[in-house]
């Protein structure tokens, strides 16, 4: 394969090369357990406070707020079976969105074999939530509501500020997660002032490591440990700190959020790119908000006429990367929950690719993808 543009920045991000080099350090030569008592295992703690300063200033919070867990998923899991169980005496009534990555969902109906109940919201045509039907939603004994920050398929971002204020007037008993796998570092997000009390993020979609991620939790927020054993983590997570990968986290949530402005600025200006070349290419339709109202590194597109599976494949011969649906729900081909809560017909819920960038992707890698969809697309159309 001559070329590789890698357009699947939103499933897994390439590591920055900082980070592995910090991370080879903890590895070869700061690999102490950080429980020991020894020199070794206070200097590879050093690691993980360090984490957790560069973590607090990416959200402007202490850091004493973050757990450590093995990724988004694990994240997502402990906020919200651990948030509601810890918090039912609140209530059994839980409340999510209809378009939810599977890590939040099946944590919501794990909770519903313990007693719990679910009200999901729907979300309009361009896979945005309405405040008001959460507001309806909300009840006194709703005890978590969860709601991601920006949707993994279609880039829709949510109003979050907005719910959390709405959540709070209602109940401030009531915890509010949110899902920021794939908002943090794209979206200036603080948890404080947002009334956010668990938030999740996952090192591999910012450039940091895989199997890692951290769970933001506000001070005074109680959740109930899923992982029991030797009491690490203050026994909300138990089990050996991974050093390496949570310095990696680190490190890649403060480049990350270094100049989100700047970042989002190239980001929308290829964006729109890549929508105005798409434009020409028949019956196509860009599933989710305005691209200015979205977020900047997702942009979904079906192109009526080719089944999606066949269009990557077609694009991965030429080099080109992308998904099709969520590439997280792994393996699952077949229609896409979130884009069939938008109400999208058949023609172009069988065609959806999903396009995502990072601040490496380039104008000139955007035109030859546009070109070489040019040229597939009247090949693979005419054998629908
Ligand atoms: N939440 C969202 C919105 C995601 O996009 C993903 C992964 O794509 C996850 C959670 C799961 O994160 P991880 O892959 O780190 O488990």
Redesign the pocket.
């Known amino acids: 394969m001559e070329r590789q543009i890698y357009l699947d920045n939103?499933?897994?991000t390439r590591v920055d090369d900082r980070v592995v080099e910090l991370m080879k350090k903890a590895f070869l030569s700061d690999y102490g357990n950080p429980s020991s008592m020894h020199v070794m295992g206070i200097n590879s703690n050093a690691y993980a406070e360090k984490a957790g300063r560069q973590l607090a200033a990416s959200l402007g919070c202490e850091p004493k707020n973050f757990i450590y867990t093995s990724?988004?998923?694990?994240s997502?899991n402990l906020a919200i079976i651990g948030g509601a169980l810890a918090n039912s005496r609140t209530g059994k009534h839980i409340i999510t969105t209809a378009v939810?990555?599977p890590?939040?969902t099946e944590s919501v109906k794990r909770l519903t074999e313990y007693g719990f109940e679910t009200s999901y919201l729907s979300v309009d045509e361009s896979g945005v939530i309405d405040l008001d039907e959460l507001k309806s939603a909300l009840r006194p004994d709703t005890c978590l509501v969860s709601i991601?920050a920006?949707?993994?398929e279609t880039g829709a971002v949510m109003p979050i500020s907005d719910a959390g204020r709405l959540i709070k007037e209602n109940n401030k008993k009531t915890l509010f997660h949110v899902?920021a796998?794939?908002g943090f570092g794209h979206l200036a997000l603080r948890p404080a002032s947002m009334n956010i009390d668990l938030l999740?993020i996952?090192?591999?979609?910012i450039h940091g490591p895989?199997g890692v991620?951290a769970l933001y939790i506000a001070k005074g927020v109680k959740v109930k440990s899923l992982m029991v054993g030797g009491g690490q983590q203050e026994n909300l997570r138990s089990g050996t700190l991974n050093i390496p990968g949570i310095a990696g986290l680190g490190l890649a949530a403060e480049l990350a959020t270094k100049d989100i402005e700047g970042k989002r600025k190239k980001l929308f200006a290829l964006k729109s790119r890549l929508a105005r070349g798409v434009a020409g290419l028949g019956d196509i339709h860009i599933n989710g908000p305005e691209i200015n109202e979205g977020a900047p590194h997702i942009l979904n597109v079906s192109f009526a006429g080719v089944r999606a599976e066949v269009l990557l494949h077609a694009l991965e011969e030429k080099g080109i990367f992308v998904s099709s649906g969520?590439?997280?729900a792994a393996h699952h081909p077949g229609v896409s929950a979130a884009l069939k809560a938008m109400g999208l017909p058949d023609k172009y819920l069988t065609s959806a690719i999903r396009f995502s960038m990072s601040e490496w992707t380039t104008e000139e890698e955007i035109d030859y993808t546009v070109s070489s969809l040019g040229e597939l697309l009247p090949i693979l159309r005419r054998f629908r």
């Open positions: 939103s499933a897994t990724c988004g998923t694990e997502d939810e990555h890590a939040v991601m920006v949707n993994n899902d796998v794939q999740s996952s090192g591999h979609k895989k991620g969520s590439a997280c």
